[in-house]
């Protein structure tokens, strides 16, 4: 058993922590999670002819009624056209409608179909199932705990890597 690490640490303690017990770096564990959850993911998907990304746009557009392709490529971390090569596809088998922006007739809204949100929710148990199976080992409380910690982690990211886009912009 792995001894519990001090709440908190410098960074020459954290470092001290790592390299003396002998325990891999955090980005490597939570990248080798990310491999296998999207394994799992991408393996599950099949039976819908989805792949994890078109999963991740269908979730991503469900959470408001309708956004644009800009908005989708830049939550999930890809170029404008990129994203469209994604949503195509899932436009094409009637899982996703556009329509002109009210304001901008240039910018495209996209929205799920009633077909895309019976898509998603058939999806979503897919990935309850791939959840429970990484994470059934830990308990609730351990669950909600690792959850909380990496929104943190990636809420703090997303507010300073906002900061430094911002900061650019203003000095140049």
Same mark, same amino acid.
């Given at each position: 058993m792995v001894p519990s690490a001090p709440t908190r640490m410098s960074e020459p303690e954290r470092t001290f922590w790592v390299s003396e017990m002998k325990l891999?770096?955090?980005s490597y564990l939570? #990248?080798? %999670?990310? &491999?296998?959850?999207?394994?799992?993911?991408?393996?599950? /998907?099949k039976a819908f002819e989805l792949t994890p990304a078109q999963y991740m746009v269908l979730s991503l557009s469900t959470h408001q009624a309708e956004r644009s392709s800009a908005d989708l490529a830049r939550r999930a971390q890809m170029t404008p056209q990129s994203m469209n090569e994604l949503t195509a596809p899932l436009f094409r088998k009637g899982f996703v409608k556009r329509r002109?922006?009210?304001?901008?007739? #240039?910018? %495209?809204? &996209?929205?799920?179909?009633?077909?895309?949100?019976?898509? /998603?929710?058939?999806?979503?148990k897919l990935m309850d199932q791939v959840e429970a199976e990484v994470f059934g080992?830990?308990?609730?409380?351990?669950?909600?705990?690792?959850?909380?910690?990496?929104?943190?982690v990636l809420s703090e990211?997303?507010?300073?890597?906002?900061?430094?886009?911002?900061?650019q912009r203003l000095a140049g």
């Open positions: 891999p770096r955090t939570v #990248r080798q %999670l990310q &491999l296998r959850i999207y394994a799992k993911l991408a393996d599950q /998907l002109p922006h009210p304001e901008d007739s #240039r910018i %495209l809204l &996209l929205s799920l179909t009633k077909a895309g949100q019976r898509l /998603l929710a058939r999806c979503d080992c830990l308990d609730h409380r351990h669950l909600t705990l690792l959850r909380a910690s990496l929104s943190k990211t997303r507010r300073a890597e906002g900061e430094t886009v911002n900061q």
